[in-house]
T-cell receptor, first 112, second 116 residues
């Protein structure tokens, strides 16, 4: 079946620290992979995506590389800001699929 | 902003009642998916509508039903509400071309439902 496992939080970092949130997946074929971010009281916003192996998605200083050999899509940012505090969700949609499968989310708090 | 809107933003119901949630999809999108997000969890797929027909369903009972209208807006109906139905309900719109899979889904802000 299809599933996403992401690192449990909560994660607390100081401003300008390096961020890694691990995400691994199980899927048949070649899924598309996504990171969404959810700010308090809001819906999900697309952060970045990658649709094939070795693709790197990037946005707002965040990056993630689609690694088929390790079935991973880890989220990284070199220098976090207080405004990055949110819950981050890793997700996949199967090739020719019609739904998204989400991880349980990782809460990030960045302190000044 | 994604252009996906949902109404109402908040709702309080009592057990056994029925509720209808509404979603307007982003311009140019023809597919709407609904998700339930319990507190502290990731969203769970309820179902998807494409060309006004249900096109895939997650592990939710038949008392969860939906509609898609010719303008691609959608409704989620839940009958016989239970306490566990309390959650954030998210609508996501996307563009589907024929039998090809759906790519990026764009989410609305959600409707927070509380069942007492």
């Amino acid at each position: 079946g299809n599933s996403v496992t992401q690192m449990e939080g909560p994660v607390t970092l100081s401003e300008e620290a390096f961020l890694t949130i691990n995400c691994t997946y199980t899927a048949t074929g070649y899924p598309s992979l996504f990171w969404y971010v959810q700010y308090p009281g809001e819906g999900l916003q697309l952060l970045l995506k990658a649709t094939k192996a070795d693709d790197k998605g990037s946005n707002k200083g965040f990056e993630a590389t689609y690694r088929k050999e390790t079935t991973s899509f880890h989220l990284e940012k070199g220098s976090v800001q207080v405004s990055d505090s949110a819950v981050y969700f890793c997700a996949l949609t199967p090739q020719n699929g019609n739904q998204f499968y989400f991880g349980t989310g990782t809460s990030l708090t960045v302190i000044p | 902003e994604t252009g996906v809107t949902q109404s109402p933003t908040h709702l309080i119901k009592t057990r056994g009642q029925q509720v209808t949630l509404r979603c307007s999809s982003q311009s140019g999108h023809n597919t709407v998916s609904w998700y339930q997000q319990a507190l502290g969890q990731g969203p769970q797929f309820i179902f998807q509508y494409y060309r006004e027909e249900e096109n895939g369903r997650g592990n939710f009972p038949p008392r969860f039903s939906g509609l898609q209208f010719p303008n691609y807006s959608s409704e989620l109906n839940v009958n016989a509400l239970e306490l566990d139905d309390s959650a954030l309900y998210l609508c996501a719109s996307s563009f589907r071309q024929g039998l090809a899979g759906v790519e990026t889904q764009y989410f609305g802000p959600g409707t927070r439902l509380l069942v007492l």
